[in-house]
């Protein structure tokens, strides 16, 4: 390969480098949000508790409260599910990622040496003429 080729094959390696880290950067922050959303109900469950401490109201003697419970609990269940198929894309995404630093690193090193091969032919020829 010319060291033009190898410059443009540097430069894909580059982006498909990019786009992985964009990638796996999405899913942490949708692990993150999903995180943060099952954090939000076991805080609203906490609190429940604690207002209840206090007696009976109006939500409790309807009987929401238990209804409200169920609701948490199967919310929860459904984000855990989904955080849990997040974090398998995210073991994927890092896998992706690893392979296109590899290529990234790979294509450096060769053009390196080609650009270096290449110095080192027109440092010869301009010696022999």
Not at 23 to 45: H, N, S
Request: hydrophobic share 45%; no cysteine.
């Amino acid at each position: 390969m010319s060291v033009e080729q190898l410059a443009r094959l540097r430069e894909l390696t580059e982006v498909e480098f990019v786009a992985a880290q964009q990638a796996l950067a999405a899913l942490r922050a949708e692990e993150e949000r999903l995180r943060a959303q099952i954090e939000a109900l076991e805080t609203g469950r906490t609190a429940r508790a604690t207002a209840l401490r206090e007696g009976p109201d109006a939500a409790r003697l309807a009987g929401a409260d238990p209804r409200w419970e169920v609701w948490i609990d199967r919310r929860r269940a459904e984000l855990a599910t989904h955080q849990a198929r997040v974090r398998a894309r995210m073991e994927t995404a890092r896998a992706r990622l690893r392979r296109a630093f590899g290529r990234r690193e790979a294509s450096a090193m060769v053009l390196e040496r080609a650009r270096a091969e290449a110095r080192r032919l027109r440092a010869q020829r301009a010696s022999t003429s």
